[in-house]
Each structure stands twice: as structure tokens, then as C-alpha cells.
């Protein structure tokens, strides 16, 4: 009697349907170590972050240390190795910011919101960052609000934007 074989399935070993889709990717990129950065952009958009397990599993699956994986993920700004919040706010250091104000609103959106760049409220509301610029160096100070870039900002507008996400969750 011959036993059959199911068919594969169309998941990932582990359940998990975006690793299929990450495996997918590195074998689009033919398991190449160049490919790195694009890969890491990949699994970013599927998973949202880049949580240390992630990053071990591609530094199997291209044969590069983990060290190196690790390091281009950390390097590159557009990476983040913890969740983001429901709301996200970026605020611009570039040159023409910072003369006009740009650390001021940063001071002013970490003591509000007790938060440093780089991190998210302990309630997963809100993730606050800098960017080195944002190229809207004519509407300076320049805030971006969930993706939408606001200009000449002062630290109470911030402050008061974000406050409104704080207090009632909503943008």
C-alpha cells in the first residue's frame, strides 16, 4: 500500500505565513549576502520591526554572522528593532530644523510624552524619532505626523498634536 504525501503547505514550517514570504524574497535574491538590505527592508515590511530572532534567521538562511546582520540593521535609520507605536512621530534635525527650533520640540515632545527618541510609550500609543532631514528645509522646523509632514512648528504645537494622541488615542 503506498502512503501519500500531502501537498505542501502554503505557510511557513513554523505556521507563520510572512516567513514563507521572507523565504520567498531570499530566494528571489538567490541566498546572495549582497542582498542584505533589501532583504532586511522585506522582512521590516512584513513584520513591522526587526526582533533579534528575525535577524538570526536571515543571518542563517545567507550564511552571514550574526554580527553583520545585526550591525547593517542597526546602522541604517529606516530599521527599527522594536514595535512601533499606533502613532509615530518624526522630528526633523536636519540643519535649517535645528536652527529653528528642532531641539527645543524634541525636549519638549520627550519630557511630555517621557520618551526618548528612538523609543515608544510603555502603552505602544506613541514612538517619537528624529530624522537627519526630511528635504523640507523651506517650512522649517518640519514635524511628521503619522506620515504627514507639518511645517513650522513650535514646541506647543507638537506638544499639543501630540497630546490630542495621548489623551484620546486618535489622530
Given at each position: 500500500?503506498?502512503?501519500?504525501?500531502?501537498?505542501?503547505?502554503?505557510?511557513?514550517?513554523?505556521?507563520?505565513?510572512?516567513?514563507?514570504?521572507?523565504?520567498?524574497?531570499?530566494?528571489?535574491h538567490q541566498y546572495q549576502q549582497?542582498?542584505?538590505?533589501?532583504?532586511?527592508?522585506?522582512?521590516?515590511?512584513?513584520?513591522?520591526?526587526?526582533?533579534?530572532?528575525?535577524?538570526?534567521?536571515?543571518?542563517?538562511?545567507?550564511?552571514?554572522?550574526?554580527?553583520?546582520?545585526?550591525?547593517?540593521?542597526t546602522f541604517y535609520h529606516l530599521f527599527s528593532l522594536a514595535p512601533k507605536g499606533v502613532h509615530n512621530c518624526v522630528v526633523c534635525t536636519g540643519t535649517a530644523c535645528?536652527?529653528?527650533?528642532?531641539?527645543?520640540?524634541?525636549?519638549?515632545?520627550?519630557?511630555?510624552?517621557?520618551i526618548h527618541a528612538g523609543e515608544t510609550t510603555p502603552n505602544g500609543q506613541i514612538s517619537l524619532m528624529t530624522a537627519r532631514c526630511l528635504g523640507a528645509c523651506g517650512i522649517a522646523p518640519a514635524v511628521v505626523f503619522d506620515g504627514?509632514?507639518?511645517?513650522?512648528?513650535?514646541?506647543?504645537?507638537v506638544c499639543e498634536k501630540v497630546g490630542e494622541w495621548l489623551e484620546n488615542g486618535t489622530k
Open positions: 500500500m503506498k502512503t501519500s504525501i500531502s501537498p505542501p503547505s502554503s505557510s511557513h514550517p513554523s505556521g507563520d505565513k510572512r516567513l514563507k514570504m521572507l523565504d520567498a524574497t531570499i530566494k528571489r549582497d542582498a542584505l538590505i533589501e532583504i532586511l527592508h522585506r522582512a521590516s515590511e512584513l513584520f513591522g520591526y526587526l526582533e533579534l530572532d528575525l535577524l538570526l534567521y536571515i543571518a542563517h538562511s545567507l550564511k552571514l554572522p550574526p554580527s553583520r546582520v545585526y550591525g547593517v540593521a535645528y536652527v529653528k527650533g528642532a531641539q527645543a520640540i524634541l525636549a519638549s515632545l520627550e519630557k511630555s510624552t517621557q504627514a509632514v507639518l511645517g513650522h512648528q513650535s514646541p506647543e504645537s
